[in-house]
């Protein structure tokens, strides 16, 4: 059983909307991990004509096909990028499509009309929600509206109405054979999948990206990572570190406050293998100082994070889809976009929140840190007392980022 993921470079409506992030994955990650945890499905395939896609695609244990030119443009349709990569998979039995547009695609979705096919015999199979709104269409003749199915006269109840059903667009299923034959993805007997309608939605345009993200927190199941997800921990300073708040003495000298836990959980870290990484917007002592008693590497006045991170990523010959970053602000988003788990604090700003992979329960500055290195090396780490936040102990003439 192949499952066919098509996932151009060239949407108009979202650029870049593929390798998008919600929840802190990429859409077409999103679908791969859904093919991958579904029962029967044997390969993963994503057809693509953009390298940025074909590497995320990669990374998370797909195989890639590239798509030719001559069907990646704006008109090329699904079918075909399946046909093609269906020429390299002669014994599949049973194709799946399955659009990484649907960012709330689950794995029993997948495993539904796979097995609607596989087991019950039918010919092609979809998923659907049940639906029970009056369409409608503008009149050409008279400017108007008319009922579409309906006597727009007539008003019945739902209840004595029948049960109508709106295709999603996440996942279909179809016999390889009849599928090579009429080219097309409904043939023959047609299997109807229900799915939860709460998880409908695609994304075709930048409002849609922003509900799925919105909606994330509420429909991804709870997850934060483990120690063989990572390889590397980098960490914002101010905010993250800190509480965000800068005292100043009567002679302007600034002072930031940073917890005791959190160095305890560094240490954790730096034992069990990882590697880590300050990494700072502002040129401050203070960073370089605590980056000195946390016994880690610092790189701080940095303009553009997301390009330090991604240098550090290939000198130190580390993936970043394995790579946690923990962040509060905005100036953290790139960085986001470019690792495998961004990690929000508690208190982080609502944008950075909305992109995290994962937050943490407890606030910059308050042992944020001290809490993910527990998701990562076990829950011996939450049990410690935390103390009370305590001032660095170096100066420094203006608060780091």
């Known amino acids: 059983m192949l499952a066919v993921i098509p996932a151009r470079g060239g949407s108009k409506g979202v650029p870049g909307k593929n390798l998008a992030p919600v929840g802190g994955i990429p859409l077409v990650v999103r679908a791969v991990q859904a093919c991958l945890a579904a029962r029967y499905v044997t390969d993963v395939a994503v057809s693509t ?13 797909a195989h890639v096909v590239v ?21 390299g998979h002669a014994d599949a039995e049973v ?36 639906f029970h709104g009056f369409v409608w269409r503008e009149s050409a003749d008279e400017g108007g509206g008319e009922g579409m199915g309906h006597d727009k006269a007539y008003r019945p109840r739902r209840q004595d ?19 090579r034959t009429h080219r097309h993805r409904f043939f023959g007997r047609t299997a109807l999948v229900r799915t939860d309608p709460a998880r409908v939605l695609e994304i075709d345009d930048p409002h849609d990206l922003a509900r799925a993200r919105a909606l994330a927190p509420l429909l991804d199941p709870v997850r934060t990572p483990f120690r063989e997800d990572v390889d590397a921990v980098v960490l914002d300073f101010d905010g ?55 016994q880690i590497p610092v790189l701080h006045g940095i303009d553009r994070k ?17 790579v946690l970053y923990a962040g509060n602000d905005v100036n953290d988003l790139p960085c986001f976009s470019l690792v495998g788990w961004p990690v929000a604090v508690a208190d982080a700003h609502d944008s950075v929140r909305a992109a995290a992979r994962a937050v943490t329960a407890t606030p910059g500055g308050e042992g944020a840190i001290r809490e993910i290195a527990a998701w990562l090396l076990g829950p011996e780490l939450h049990h410690t007392p935390r103390p009370h936040p305590t001032p660095s102990p170096e100066l420094h003439n203006s608060p780091a980022q």
Not at 105 to 116: F, T, W, Y
């Open 240 to 294: 993250t570190q800190t509480d965000d708040r800068v005292l100043i003495d009567s002679e302007g000298r600034e002072l930031v406050a940073v917890h005791r836990g959190d160095g305890l959980g560094v240490a954790a870290l730096r034992r069990a293998g990882l590697k880590l990484l300050i990494l700072s917007t502002e040129q401050n002592p203070v960073v370089a100082a605590r980056a000195r008693k946390l």
């Open 67 to 87: 798509r030719p030119a001559a069907i990646a443009g704006d008109t090329a349709s699904s079918e075909a990028a399946v046909l093609h990569a269906l020429e």
């Open 306 to 322: 997301d390009l330090a991170l991604k240098q550090w990523c290939e000198e130190a010959g580390i993936d970043p889809a394995r």
């Open 95 to 130: 194709v799946l499509l399955v659009q990484c547009t649907s960012p709330f695609l689950s794995h029993e979705d997948v495993e539904g009309v796979a097995e609607a096919v596989v087991v019950d015999g039918a010919d092609t199979a979809v998923t659907v929600a049940p």
């Open 49 to 61: 004509d953009d390298p940025g896609i074909a590497a995320a695609a990669a990374s998370a244990g």
């Open 161 to 179: 109405r029948p049960q109508d059903f709106l295709e999603t667009g996440a996942a279909y299923a179809m016999d390889a054979a009849g599928f």
